[in-house]
């Protein structure tokens, strides 16, 4: 196959047979593609020389290396917007906003996105469940499953998101409706993704480390001389890795991103994007819960199987068409179609309740769950924004209006197999033991449930900055959102025979709100007080399924949760710009939560509270031209009351304390120099399980062997704590262990 790719490489006429090396063509493709469009503008250097040389697999010797200076670094300081609906500076917008840039993501080796929000203090992790695969981060407090986006536009597919196209990643926190529509009760995750640019770029970065870790992405961008600033700009990935300290689980991701821009005219501009993100792995369920803590066994222990896996596919097509009307008027319509795929079958540990943590784990029996599903989702979704600068009187404006139009379905069918008498569904899987864990299960599923659900928005939205002075100014929004949700179902016993089915349609009509006011005492500082609403419908997943392992339909008929925020914030512009600095007082209520019904076993009601109130600071910038910081701290106190039982208690993955710092030396002209550390509280699920408290450090070195050649260590988790990452009430999965990254870095 090698020597065919070789023979065709100059002609650039590919056809490639059916394989099944498939990460190894995406990796080899990347290598030539890079080595074709970039070996003639570095040859002549040392970077130029070795690469042809390893390319052609000949003996290179370079006899002399030049280095005149130093290319400069990209800032992890951010203060540009990266959501177009928010028309202010970073500096000026009234909302807490963490920006972590490409520059700070390159520098911490980040692969996914769940380790990108780690270093958002503020944000913890939950763990999927089989119907909810993908990102499970709660944000202040409040689960943010349903609340991703990407560029602006939301991005609802149950995948593991990877940053490989990836310019940025903002945290907008705080109840966000009146921008983003229904949820954001914490916050929202937007990805920024990258764009072609006006320069010329060509880059490839090599990771290879422990736990089988293999990765390689190249990112090219070429301007095109046949129209005048437009340019085409293609991000590939692929990317192989077992979790370390643990045993068996593993992933595969694939990923294509190609983007175009076009210049039509002076003032107007037309950007076409395409994701497709192709992931396979044996999911990792972690540990049962062994008298509300997590088992003193081996970190390494995997209670499934090796035949367990979890199979997505994402395809996200965008189309982009700025126009610029006059220099105060401009408008920008967004068409994207999404579609998502998802396979599984995975497997839980459970024990029985009278299991103690003084049992000995060889003689504790575990009992296995075995989840199987697969679905189809899609959205179709189109936004139309208009934004215009304009005085009234002594007022001035910057205004933005819109509407949103969008089409979501989803399509799931669920299985279930698992150890009577634990769950009783007829199809027995073998046991294992907490301390020694094993076995092997390939046998049948029996589907239980057959879902389909369309969804349907129409919102108009207007969002409007007015200054009254240099000092002074007001910000207001407010939209209205139309979620229409039709919801059918059929049911099966375990010979598949259909036992029922069933109709649930829903409306909600909500109205959100949001209110600022503005004190500038200086150019390079912002004083803020804010306030804002937000409101979680019960299909707000596109579902009215509400249990994974129950598959019951609780919140049918139930009112939309309703969410308050207030936030004092101060931003301030230090170091001649070259630094920010942020804090806040926050508050946010959700009056009316789901709590289980006592009169109506089985559903909800919507007769809870919920209150988070808490403190966050933020640091980030040059503290030198050769030291840079990126560190913040986060408070949160949580409560939670049921005003039908009286009971009270603490609400699910909120770490009261959350701290993350990262620091970037440049020692010398060829080394870099990185450090950092984590911390997360103690966390609680359903108020009687919990986990401890965690440190976690890190460190990075960077050789610049020249200009446009670098190779780099990351190293994570230095001590190897044993730790725990992500929560669900039915398991808890353990943190990495000792993860070393060896990387070579080629950017021209």
Avoid at 511 to 528: D, E, H
Avoid at 697 to 702: L, N, S
Wanted: proline content about 4%; aromatic content about 10%; glycine content about 8%.
């Amino acid at each position: 196959m090698i020597a065919n790719m070789e023979a065709t490489w100059d002609t650039h006429e590919f056809s490639f047979p059916q394989v099944q090396e498939t990460e190894f063509v995406y990796c080899y493709v990347s290598a030539m593609w890079i080595r074709k469009l970039i070996s003639n503008k570095l040859i002549g250097t040392g970077a130029g020389a070795v690469l042809a040389g390893m390319a052609s697999g000949q003996e290179t010797r370079v006899e002399e290396i030049l280095i005149e200076g130093v290319q400069r670094r990209d800032s992890y300081l951010e203060d540009e917007n990266t959501i177009g609906k928010l028309t202010e500076s970073l500096l000026d917008t009234p909302q807490s906003v963490t920006t972590l840039s490409s520059q700070m993501m390159q520098d911490r080796n980040v692969m996914s996105l769940d380790e990108a929000l780690r270093n958002v203090p503020g944000i913890t992790l939950g763990a999927g469940e089989f119907s909810w695969q993908g990102n499970n981060p709660s944000v202040r407090g409040f689960s943010s499953r349903n609340d991703t986006f990407l560029d602006g536009m939301r991005d609802t597919g149950n995948y593991a998101r990877d940053p490989f196209n990836m310019e940025a990643v903002q945290v907008l926190l705080g109840p966000s409706s009146v921008v983003f529509g229904r949820g954001s009760t914490g916050g929202v995750i937007n990805q920024s993704s990258k764009r072609p640019l006006q320069d010329e770029l060509r880059s490839l970065h090599v990771n290879m480390g422990n736990a089988g870790i293999r990765r390689i992405t190249a990112d090219l961008n070429q301007p095109l001389d046949a129209a005048e600033n437009s340019a085409f700009r293609v991000n590939v990935l692929a990317h192989r890795a077992d979790a370390p300290g643990r045993d068996v689980t593993e992933s595969r991701r694939y990923g294509l991103a190609p983007s175009l821009s076009l210049e039509l005219g002076s003032a107007t501009r037309l950007t076409l994007s395409y994701l497709h993100l192709d992931s396979e792995s044996i999911p990792d369920y972690g540990f049962p819960w062994v008298e509300g803590r997590p088992p003193m066994v081996d970190r390494e222990n995997f209670y499934g199987f090796a035949s367990d896996f979890l199979d997505t596919r994402a395809d996200v097509a965008s189309a982009i068409l700025e126009r610029r009307i006059n220099p105060a008027v401009s408008l920008n319509a967004q068409v994207r179609y999404a579609g998502y795929e998802r396979k599984s079958r995975i497997t839980e540990p459970q024990v029985d309740a009278f299991v103690s943590l003084d049992d000995d784990p060889d003689n504790v029996i575990v009992h296995r769950m075995i989840f199987s599903g697969e679905s189809g989702e899609e959205m179709l979704q189109g936004q139309l924004n208009l934004q215009a600068d304009f005085s009234t009187g002594a007022l001035n404006h910057s205004l933005v209006a819109g509407v949103e139009l969008s089409s979501e379905t989803s399509n799931p069918a669920f299985g279930f197999a698992s150890q009577t008498p634990f769950f009783d569904y007829g199809l027995p899987v073998p046991a294992t033991r907490l301390g020694n864990p094993g076995g092997f299960f390939d046998g049948p599923t029996a589907r239980r449930l057959q879902a389909e659900t369309t969804s349907d928005t129409l919102a108009v939205y207007a969002l409007d900055t007015l200054r009254f002075n240099e000092r002074w100014s007001l910000s207001a929004g407010i939209r209205w959102d139309r979620f229409d949700t039709d919801y059918s179902e059929r049911r099966f016993d375990v010979n598949g025979a259909q036992t029922g089915s069933a109709g649930f349609p829903a409306r909600d009509i909500e109205t959100s709100y949001r209110a600022a006011l503005i004190y500038k005492p200086a150019a390079a500082g912002t004083v803020y007080l804010g306030w804002g609403t937000s409101f979680n419908p019960s299909a707000e997943s596109v579902s009215f399924i509400s249990s994974g392992r129950g598959l019951t339909t609780s919140n049918v008929s139930l009112d939309p949760e309703e969410n308050e925020s207030l936030e004092l914030g101060l931003k301030w512009s230090l170091l001649d710009g070259r630094m920010a600095a942020d804090a806040a007082l926050f508050r946010i209520d959700k009056t009316n939560a789901r709590v289980p019904d006592p009169l109506n076993p089985g559903f909800n009601t919507l007769a809870g509270e919920q209150r988070i109130k808490g403190f966050s600071f933020n640091l980030t910038g040059n503290i030198s031209e050769s030291l840079e910081l990126m560190t913040g701290y986060t408070r949160l106190n949580d409560e939670q009351l049921n005003r039908l039982t009286g009971t009270s208690g603490r609400i699910d993955n909120v770490a009261p304390d959350t701290f993350s710092i990262w620091m970037n030396w440049i020692a010398s002209i060829r080394f870099d120099l990185g450090a950092g550390a984590r911390y997360v509280d103690e966390r609680v699920v359903g108020n009687s399980k919990w986990v401890d408290d965690y440190w976690a450090f890190d460190a990075m070195a960077e050789y610049a062997y020249s200009d446009n050649l670098r190779f780099k260590l990351n190293l994570t988790n230095l001590t190897d704590e044993v730790y725990f990452d992500q929560l669900h009430p039915w398991h808890v999965i353990p943190g990495q262990g000792l993860t070393a990254v060896f990387a070579i870095n080629l950017d021209y």
